[in-house]
Nanobody, 116 residues
Framework: QVQVVESGGGLVQPGGSLRLSCEAS????????VNWYRQAPGRKRELVAV????????NYIDSGKGRFTVSRDNANNTAYLQINNLEPEDTAVYYC?????????WGQGTQVTVSS
């Protein structure tokens, strides 16, 4: 059974930083791409970062370029999303989506709230 668990969210002030983690089990993590999504209240879920299975290919939403860094540790079945210089507009539930072997899996999400 595949499990995906996000962690690392919280309440931070504008300009602060957070590192979100996504740990997967029950799947060959090194063969999967990892997508990070977020969903703010009243808005559609949006894709904010992507990292390929080897970590060499990454992509970001325009508003995240220069502030978001996605990485992964295949030895520990974990992916990360580092967010620096957080803005109130980054407030959302952040989800990890593992994609590979013809299927995809979601975590339960982790709340990020940016407020002074």
């Amino acid at each position: 059974q595949v499990q995906v668990v996000e962690s690392g969210g919280g309440l931070v002030q504008p300009g602060g930083s957070l590192r979100l983690s996504c740990e997967a089990s029950g799947i060959t993590f090194s063969g999967c791409a990892v997508n990070w999504y977020r969903q703010a209240p009243g808005r559609k879920r949006e894709l904010v970062a992507v990292i390929g299975s080897t970590g060499f290919v990454t992509n970001y939403i325009d508003s995240g370029k220069g502030r978001f860094t996605v990485s992964r540790d295949n030895a520990n079945n974990t992916a990360y999303l580092q967010i620096n210089n957080l803005e109130p507009e980054d407030t959302a539930v952040y989800y990890c989506n593992i994609w590979g072997f013809g299927d995809d899996y979601w975590g339960q999400g982790t709340q990020v709230t940016v407020s002074s």
